[in-house]
């Protein structure tokens, strides 16, 4: 036991004096006196707890001192304690013998001899300290026992795992690599080293050396005459001829002349050990082991494992320089085989990649075709709508509601075709690399809201049920808010048109730690097994043909597709076959809580204006406003709209004649197309901003263009225009940009 540890004595008297006068007659530097008033305190405080000796009263209310004596020679744990008892009654003849049958080394008779108590207390605690002196030895004797069985154990599997290994290996290179990086590892030793002789007994032909502290555990390699200049390979070649002469293992200490170097004790090399490595009667070569770890010398124990290991290496290595000449005489007999079957199959995979690029062709032809037809027909279609309507207003012959529907029909067709072309600049885009993002932390619930915004007119003329579950608020993503809008538009887009007459939809948005997915389901017209491999591909559609129901190019789901994975995200689909309903599921990276998340107003429905409101009749009245645009029938259109809110327009259609007019005419505002011949609207701002007059040069500016990227809008911004305005114009988007560079409130 510590000699820091007291000693536990237990004293038993339901009288707290005579505890007392126990206690001051034992007290001692080395004791724990515990004194507890009753038997059933002695027999609680004996359930966790040992003790040297037990001091009992005998005459005790409840439960007296041989009952509790009896209690607790019935325990394994307690059994064997010493008890003494203390009694006033000096004739108990009949308690005397009881208490002795019980297992009692003693009775004192009150009142105590302190003395005599001392000595006799004294006695059981030294008796205490020895047996537990005994059990401490004894359990460190078989701890000791237990690692040294275990450390054999774990050799002995090395050792099974290291012939396994190298039995296994075939390159002779390599089991000597990796003999000597597991000779270390078996014996204990800070470095090993491991060399074979050529057939002359004096050249190396290989070296390999391993310690402990190499870097990544890779032993370092010399080649054949090499040196490291170091003092483990100088003593370990010159032991090389002491075990090439005895051959039988060489065990040193640092006392022996072998390990000095230039006739001084190595600091490196404190003990040393080698072994032949023996092939037949000749010696092969050897393995040398430095500096026993966790001890001074290697044993005798050490040199026969060395020993083992040099033969196990011997034989191992003799395998495979054997298996390695064997397979050069078969390598060499089997090069013209090998050569003339890589030939064939060279052949024969040369066909198989024509016949596969032949039909990647035909079908790349095929999907053109399709995808042209299919463009045509969704340009044409609109076209012929507003054509057509545009021949019947024309004619003066259409009443208030029949003009209405015209008009609401030709501006229906051209968003449509303004919709098509968008998708063709964004697959444009990302074919070349060019499509890109602006993210910020968004808001997921309300982009989702405001997609459904713009689509839920398709689900209310379709009565489909829809229905959304998001299951945690204020989950947020970084992305670019528009483009996140674009890729669920387009999810609700394909549920509403694929979903027939009184369908169902449902939106589904479960957060996790790292990631929220959003799921669209509807239960139209389903996706069969054969297309869903294609279901994202450009270009393809599961109905290509003439009779096809339903619109669209075929680029929806490529473009979101795109889009999510530009936000770090996945998309997935699944569908049990035709006229099952799909589902589409979002994977989107959650935002870091530390960034502003946008609010739900930030993102927004593109509006769809029915025209001008009453009250911009005079929004820019007193305004002079310069439109450049090299257009005609654009031009003429942001004239009649600018004149109708009541402002004063001049128009030029090239760069030079606007800024001519901005020197004589003086206005109080350019709108400027961008792509226009000779001189665009960037280098017409740049001259603008430069001019000599205060005025010229601070006239706010609204560039107009087709080019609607967020990319254009930066550049028209950096460029010197106010604000931006992308084509096909929204009278109201145009009005109230040129109200807010003037200052105007609407």
């Known amino acids: 036991m510590k000699a820091e540890e007291r000693i536990n004595i237990l004293m038993v008297d339901d009288s707290p004096t005579n505890l007392l006068a126990l206690d001051s007659i034992l007290q001692a530097p080395d004791r724990n006196l515990v004194g507890v008033s009753s038997g059933d305190d002695a027999l609680r405080y004996l359930l966790n707890n040992e003790v040297a000796v037990i001091l009992m009263d005998v005459y005790m209310p409840e439960l007296d001192g041989l009952e509790t004596a009896e209690m607790i020679r019935g325990r394994d744990r307690s059994r064997n304690i010493p008890i003494i008892f203390l009694t006033a009654d000096s004739t108990g003849g009949r308690h005397l013998s009881r208490g002795y049958s019980l297992g009692a080394v003693d009775y004192i008779v009150k009142p105590i001899e302190p003395d005599i108590l001392r000595s006799k207390v004294a006695v059981f605690v030294e008796l205490f300290k020895k047996t537990q002196e005994i059990k401490s030895q004894a359990q460190l004797l078989q701890e000791k026992n237990l690692e040294l069985e275990n450390a054999n154990l774990a050799r002995l599997k090395m050792l099974i795992d290291l012939g396994q290994e190298l039995t296994a290996e075939h390159d002779p290179w390599r089991v000597l690599e990796n003999f000597c990086r597991s000779a270390r590892q078996i014996v204990e030793a800070q470095e090993s080293g491991v060399g074979v002789i050529n057939g002359d007994g004096k050249t190396l032909r290989y070296f390999f050396r391993c310690a402990v502290n190499d870097d990544a555990g890779s032993p370092c390699a010399w080649g054949a005459g090499g040196d490291s200049g170091k003092a483990v390979p100088q003593i370990a070649r010159r032991a090389l001829k002491h075990l090439v002469a005895e051959r039988r293992p060489l065990r040193l200490n640092d006392t022996d002349e072998l390990l000095r170097v230039n006739g001084k004790t190595s600091e ?216 996140l809008q674009q890729i669920f538009w387009n999810l609700f887009n394909n549920a509403a048109k694929f979903t027939p007459e009184g369908g169902h939809v449902r939106v589904e948005g479960k957060c996790g730690a790292a990631a929220i997915r959003i799921s669209v389901s509807d239960s139209g017209v389903g996706i069969t097994p054969e297309f869903l491999p294609y279901i994202f591909d450009r270009f393809r559609q599961a109905d290509g043909s003439t009779t096809r129901v339903h619109g669209g190019l075929g680029l929806g789901l490529s473009i979101v597709k795109h889009l999510v994975q530009l936000h770090q995200g996945s998309i997935e689909v699944e569908s049990l076959g035709k006229n099952q309903g799909a589902t589409f599921t979002v994977t989107l990276p959650i935002a870091s809580t530390a960034l502003t998340v946008i609010p739900e107003n930030a993102v927004e429905p593109e509006p769809k204006s029915n025209g001008l409101p009453a009250s911009f009749s005079a929004a820019l009245e007193g305004l002079r406003i310069l439109v450049v645009d090299d257009e005609v029938d654009s031009r003429d259109l942001v004239s ?99 109200a807010a560079a003037t200052g105007r409130k609407l």
């Open 268 to 483: 490196l090399v404190h003990s040393f050990l080698g072994a032949p490595i023996l092939s037949g009667s000749k010696v092969a070569g050897w393995l040398y082991l430095v500096n026993k770890i966790n001890a001074d010398d290697f044993t005798e124990a050490d040199e026969r494992l060395a020993a083992t290991l040099a033969t196990q290496v011997a034989v191992a290595y003799e395998n495979a320089r054997l298996y390695s000449d064997a397979q050069q005489h078969a390598s060499a007999l089997q090069m013209e085989i090998t050569e003339r079957k890589q030939a064939e199959e060279e052949r024969a995979q040369l066909l198989v990649r024509e016949q596969a690029a032949r039909a990647d062709a035909e079908q790349a032809n095929r999907t053109k075709d399709e995808f042209l037809a299919t463009l045509s027909h969704e340009l044409r279609t609109p076209l012929s709508a507003i054509l057509g309507w545009s021949h019947l207003v024309r004619s003066g012959k259409l009443d208030e509601p029949q003009m209405s529907r015209a008009f609401e029909t030709i501006e229906r067709n051209a968003r449509s075709q303004s919709q098509l072309i968008d998708d063709l600049l964004d697959v444009s885009r990302i074919i070349t690399g060019k499509l890109q993002i602006e993210p910020r932390p968004v808001d997921i619930r309300a982009v989702i809201e405001a997609a459904i915004d713009v689509v839920r007119p398709s689900f209310e003329a379709k009565n489909i049920q829809f229905e959304t579950v998001m299951h945690q608020e204020g989950s947020s993503v970084p992305g670019d808010p528009n483009r």
């Open 640 to 738: 009649a709209i600018l004149t109708r809110c009541g402002g004063e327009v001049n128009c030029c259609e090239s760069a030079a004649e606007a800024i001519m007019a901005v020197k004589n005419w003086k206005p109080d505002l350019l709108v400027s197309d961008i792509g226009m011949p000779n001189e665009d609207g960037y280098s017409l701002i740049k001259k603008l901003r430069k001019l000599r007059s205060k005025q010229a040069r601070q006239t706010p500016a609204v560039a107009l263009t087709a080019y609607a990227t967020n990319e254009d809008r930066e550049r028209a911004l950096s460029a010197g225009f106010q604000t931006h305005v992308p084509k096909p114009i929204d009278p109201t988007t145009l009005v109230r940009s040129i």
